[in-house]
């Protein structure tokens, strides 16, 4: 795993499945990592360029949505190469009831976005002591 | 007369096809290494911008440690190296998704002109590195005014 050359994946932009998104510019879905451990969920994104100050996460009717906004500010000079293209990054996920939604914290760091969902006591396994008897 | 419609090529034309076939195949194997102006396979996807004075690389890898970012410069040619490790070691996690790339990486990129080795600044911000080389003078446009006389 460590020795694994990354590959290159070019960047999907974002096409909804039902109305379109009113907001201006291009969007991007971000690569996200999702894992669970016995207390929580975490959710990780790649939000490349964006700043504390342009991402927005959101929870409502159950689904987590998050928009991160990129300032394109107009760069001087010629293009000389251009394999990626900049722009915002928008997706959504349903939260199930599984989750503590009152309790979900988010971090930005080096362009990753963390969002830490703890589960609902009701979902955290517990061990059910076996007594003989 | 009318020439019929469907011909066979003649025999030299055929020649020429195939030939043209076995260069493009050699090319391809060539258009793999990092050349400025080739599609590459590489990681990091690069941006490059020649201002006047200076070029401006831009990759977009987040979630680096710089400590584990290597940039180097000889000559014209730029060499990004460095690995881009898992966030943390969630031991005992399951995943559910797992989109993000992890490993090492390494891309040369040549510049078309000369720099200057020690003005290279690199950043990293938001998970966005930006490599500044200022071009070595003599590779500076020079404006010149023409005088009236």
């Known amino acids: 795993m460590a020795d694994q050359e990354i590959e290159i994946s070019q960047k999907q932009e974002v096409t ?3 109305g379109e998104l009113t907001y201006e510019g291009v969007y991007f879905t971000p690569a996200v990592d999702i894992y669970e451990t016995e207390k929580e969920l975490v959710l990780l994104a790649d939000l490349p360029g964006v700043e504390a100050d342009g991402l927005e996460v959101d929870l409502k009717d159950d689904y987590l949505t998050i928009v991160g906004r990129t300032t394109s500010a107009q760069e001087e000079g010629e293009s000389l190469l ?38 609902a006591a009701k979902a955290i396994p517990r061990k059910i002591p076996i007594t003989s008897g | 007369m009318l020439w019929p419609r469907m011909r066979r090529d003649p025999w ?5 096809d195939r030939l043209r076939r076995e260069m493009d195949r050699l090319v391809e194997g060539v258009a793999r290494r990092p050349f400025l102006g080739f599609e590459t396979r590489l990681f990091p996807l690069l941006n490059v911008r020649d201002k006047s004075d200076s070029y401006v690389v831009s990759a977009e890898i987040p979630g680096m440690k710089t400590d584990d970012l290597e940039i180097k410069i000889e000559g014209e040619t730029l060499t990004m190296k460095g690995e881009r490790k898992p966030l943390e070691a969630a031991v005992g996690a399951s995943y559910h998704r797992r989109e993000r790339a992890t ?17 290279v600044n690199a950043t990293y911000k938001d998970g966005v590195l930006i490599v500044t080389l200022v071009k070595e003078k003599a590779a500076v446009p020079r404006q010149i005014t023409v005088k009236a006389e």
């Not at chain 1, 990054?89 to 976005?113: E, H, K, P, W």
């Open chain 1, 16 to 18: 909804p499945e039902k």
């Open chain 2, 12 to 16: 030299w034309m055929q020649e020429v």
């Open chain 2, 103 to 119: 490993g090492i990486f390494q891309r040369s990129l040549t510049l078309p002109g000369k720099v200057d080795p020690e003005k």
């Open chain 1, 82 to 119: 251009e394999e990626y293209r900049t722009g915002s990054y928008f997706r959504n996920f349903l939260v199930t009831d599984a989750v503590d939604q009152s309790a979900i914290t988010a971090s930005l760091a080096d362009g990753v976005l963390k969002v830490t969902l703890p589960k």
